[in-house]
């Protein structure tokens, strides 16, 4: 039976789409550059990341074991998509928000669903832009290039000091994983056509995917039709109607 999820502007939708596409990217490009310089013996003592917005600019601050839990690494600055250099962090010591962002993740995990469509699942951590507190997400990944992950998404809105779960809304009723390209041999697609039973229009997760896919996503929901356009959204109904 699917849950309604907690409804969002579609403002708050575009914007967290957009902030998990950048974070994502970040964390990305950050980890190749990390496994360059570290070698793959080298990043097996990495214990995780964060991600913490510099202006335009990510630096994505990567863990090492420490004895009560984890100290900070490694920093790579991301601008434009485009890793910077590899610098070990001068202090190890967590600030006030890189602890509670860390927390955040650890608290999301613990709590995740029954719905399991990967393995591995990608995890964001962003301030709410309505509260005090934060949100995060654990996402479906995948390995192969040609497949967009659909379903599995979960979202949740956490304490301030990262410690509890406030709310846990599963994004999608089930797993589902969509070819990029849908279209006869020979042809290309030029969208992907979803339903979404969860709420009544499009989610953070839809703009996330056509932004990292480059490719319209149709989110029908109700009677209406939407559709996400990167960072955009709009009233495809009459689509619906010819």
């Given at each position: 039976?699917?849950v309604?999820?907690?409804?969002w502007?579609?403002?708050?939708?575009?914007?967290m789409?957009?902030?998990?596409?950048?974070?994502?990217?970040?964390?990305?490009?950050?980890t190749?550059?990390?496994?360059?310089?570290?070698?793959?013996?080298?990043?097996?003592?990495?214990?995780?990341?964060?991600v913490?917005?510099?202006?335009?600019?990510?630096?994505?601050?990567?863990?090492?074991?420490?004895?009560?839990?984890?100290?900070?690494?490694?920093?790579?600055?991301?601008?434009?998509g485009?890793?910077?250099?590899?610098v070990?962090?001068?202090?190890?010591?967590?600030?006030?928000?890189?602890?509670a962002?860390?927390?955040?993740?650890?608290?999301?995990?613990a709590?995740?669903?029954?719905?399991?469509?990967?393995?591995r699942?990608?995890?964001?951590?962003?301030?709410?832009?309505?509260?005090?507190?934060?949100?995060?997400?654990?996402?479906?990944?995948t390995?192969?290039?040609?497949?967009?992950?659909?379903g599995?998404?979960?979202?949740?809105?956490?304490?301030?000091?990262?410690?509890?779960?406030?709310?846990?809304?599963q994004?999608?009723?089930?797993?589902?994983?969509?070819?990029k390209?849908?279209?006869?041999?020979?042809a290309?697609?030029?969208?992907l056509?979803?339903?979404?039973?969860?709420?009544?229009?499009?989610?953070?997760?839809?703009?996330?995917?056509s932004?990292?896919?480059?490719?319209?996503?149709?989110?029908?929901?109700?009677?209406?039709?939407?559709?996400?356009?990167?960072?955009?959204?709009?009233?495809?109904?009459?689509?619906?109607?010819?």
């Amino acid at each position: 039976m699917p849950v309604p999820i907690e409804e969002w502007s579609q403002a708050k939708v575009i914007a967290m789409g957009q902030e998990i596409f950048r974070q994502d990217t970040a964390s990305w490009v950050a980890t190749d550059a990390l496994v360059a310089a570290l070698g793959q013996a080298g990043i097996g003592e990495v214990r995780g990341w964060v991600v913490i917005p510099e202006g335009q600019n990510q630096r994505v601050r990567f863990f090492k074991p420490a004895a009560d839990g984890v100290q900070a690494g490694w920093d790579v600055l991301v601008t434009d998509g485009q890793a910077g250099a590899v610098v070990p962090a001068a202090d190890g010591t967590l600030s006030d928000e890189e602890t509670a962002r860390w927390n955040a993740r650890l608290t999301a995990a613990a709590n995740i669903g029954t719905l399991r469509c990967s393995q591995r699942l990608n995890a964001v951590v962003a301030r709410d832009p309505d509260s005090d507190g934060w949100l995060a997400w654990l996402l479906t990944s995948t390995t192969d290039a040609n497949i967009i992950p659909m379903g599995g998404h979960y979202r949740f809105r956490i304490s301030a000091d990262g410690r509890t779960v406030l709310r846990r809304d599963q994004l999608t009723n089930t797993c589902l994983n969509l070819p990029k390209n849908q279209a006869p041999r020979g042809a290309q697609s030029v969208g992907l056509v979803v339903s979404q039973i969860v709420s009544a229009g499009p989610v953070e997760t839809h703009v996330f995917l056509s932004l990292q896919n480059r490719i319209p996503i149709y989110v029908s929901a109700g009677d209406r039709m939407f559709a996400v356009e990167g960072a955009s959204i709009r009233d495809a109904s009459a689509a619906l109607r010819r």
